[in-house]
């Protein structure tokens, strides 16, 4: 099996991979089942069930427009944000859907989308069900899927979580863990941004490689600037005000260029601009899932804009050892929050970003993993517990915290020679074992932790 860059990172909306993308592109590719398989004329109605995590803080995460989205050809990558919300309300006011796009079916969003918020499906805590209905009443088709983080969708064949990787494509390094990794960097005489490139060329060429990593930088970027430009509260009831428009004409008035932390705030000001987008259901990165978004852009913002002599190439080294590291959580561990709490999120952001800035400040590949190690040692046991079900508190600090403790890693791991007790493979482990001990309250149900401890209001 095999995971590319382009797998880890995609460019989808907010609030959520797990719970508003992946639930999107579920819909999505059961729409289009339906149509390859010559079944959408007789479809007469659709019915979605989704369960466990999905069910509980589906409302808040948006799911639930995210399947009716999906059940009309829209995809996450593509869909106009500003007009999701409207199109939503037209469906639920006029009771109809256009399936896959081409096709006038009845739709009643209360009898045929149902979140059950004491039910899970076996393999996953993001569970959905999907029914496609003819006039007499008849099955034409069903599926299960779930959405196991980061946007990552398995269907009910792949049970066994989302270490299941489909790709069999054969990359020129393989590698099962970062000591593997590390073992490829010694004997080549590699950065590990150099094996991930190697790698990623079995997909496509040198060139698209470069350019696909530069847009998905360019899209965090206009992200930032969205995010730094857009006053007001955020959706969803919290009324959570949003902190970076000030944030943003403070720093740039000057007044703070005195202050010898003012650098953190910049740090704070690109993760709470990407995270406030996400919260709003703007146009993200999924790096390597929704909630965690703010962590990777704002690490880069920091290189691009403090760090001299930083360019494009930087850029790409960055993106790539990032995902070499995330591609260990992933295959080793998890990144869902709902199976592992927000250690497999924010966590794994900080430790992604803190290895990749470690490379790109001229690290060595032992002193890059210790910099990945240190990311996330110090998120183990972090649970996720959204206020509301809504990725705003304490999603939003959490990942300018992160953005910093990334840095702060780095340059921990930058002033050592790269040896070190705990190994990064043996953290992802305890990361992993950590999450299986967690109470599911503590995973991304808001039954738990600040979810029922703050008042809302």
């Known amino acids: 099996m095999a995971l590319s860059a382009f797998d880890l990172y995609s460019v989808g909306i907010g609030p959520s991979s797990s719970h508003t993308v992946g639930p999107m592109r579920a819909a999505r590719r059961f729409v289009g089942l339906l149509d390859e398989e010559g079944l959408l004329p007789s479809v007469s109605r659709v019915r979605a069930e989704l369960f466990g995590s999905l069910g509980l803080t589906g409302r808040g995460h948006g799911s639930d427009k995210a399947v009716v989205l999906g ?21 639920r006011d006029s009771n109809t859907l ?59 064949d792949a049970t066994g979580a989302d270490r299941v990787v489909a790709d069999t494509t054969q990359v020129r390094f393989p590698f099962g863990s970062a000591a593997e ?5 010694a004997r080549e005489d590699l950065a590990i941004s150099d094996i991930m490139l190697a790698n990623e060329q079995a997909w496509r060429p040198e060139a698209e490689v470069r350019a696909g990593l530069l847009h998905l930088w ?17 959706p969803g009831g919290l009324r959570v005000p949003r902190r970076a428009p000030a944030l943003f004409q403070t720093l740039n008035s000057g007044t703070a260029d005195q202050d010898p932390l003012h650098i953190m705030d910049w740090v704070n000001l690109f993760a709470l601009a990407v995270n406030e987008e996400n919260a709003s259901g703007g146009r993200i990165v999924t790096a390597p899932t929704n909630g965690a978004a ?11 804009r403090f760090i001299t002599g930083a360019d494009d190439d930087g850029i790409v080294r960055f993106l790539l050892t990032a995902a070499a590291i995330g591609i260990r959580f992933k295959e080793n561990a998890s990144i869902s929050g709902a199976e592992v709490g927000c250690q497999g999120e924010v966590g794994s952001a900080c430790s992604m970003a803190a290895g990749a800035l470690c490379e790109v400040l001229g690290g060595t590949p032992a002193q890059v993993e210790n910099a990945a190690e240190v990311g ?7 649970t996720c517990d959204p206020v509301g079900g809504l990725v705003q508190i304490p999603c939003i600090e959490r990942n300018a915290i992160a953005a910093n403790k990334a840095i702060n890693a780095a340059r921990l791991a930058l002033a050592g020679d790269g040896t070190h ?8 482990k305890t990361m992993r074992d950590t999450g299986g001990d967690m109470k599911a309250k503590y995973k991304e149900t808001a039954r738990g932790g600040l979810a029922v401890n703050v008042i809302e209001c």
Do not use: W
């Open 376 to 382: 996330i040692e110090h998120n183990l046991g972090l």
């Open 71 to 91: 059940l009309e050809d829209e995809d996450p990558a593509t869909v106009d944000t500003d007009r999701a919300d409207g199109r939503v309300a037209q469906i």
């Open 294 to 304: 703010g962590i990777l852009p704002a690490v880069l913002h920091y290189y691009a």
């Open 181 to 185: 990794l590390l073992a490829y960097c």
């Open 218 to 234: 360019s899209v965090m970027q206009a992200c930032v600037e969205r995010g730094c430009h857009r006053e007001g509260v955020l």
């Open 98 to 156: 256009l399936l896959a796009g081409k096709h006038r079916i009845g739709f009643d969003s209360d009898a045929d989308l149902v979140l059950h918020r004491r039910t899970s499906l076996p393999a996953h805590p993001n569970g959905m069900m999907i029914h496609a209905y003819a006039d007499d009443g008849r099955v034409l088709a069903k599926r299960i899927y779930y959405s196991v983080g980061g946007g990552f969708v398995v269907d009910e």
């Open 421 to 428: 007790k705990v190994t990064l493979d043996r953290a992802i």
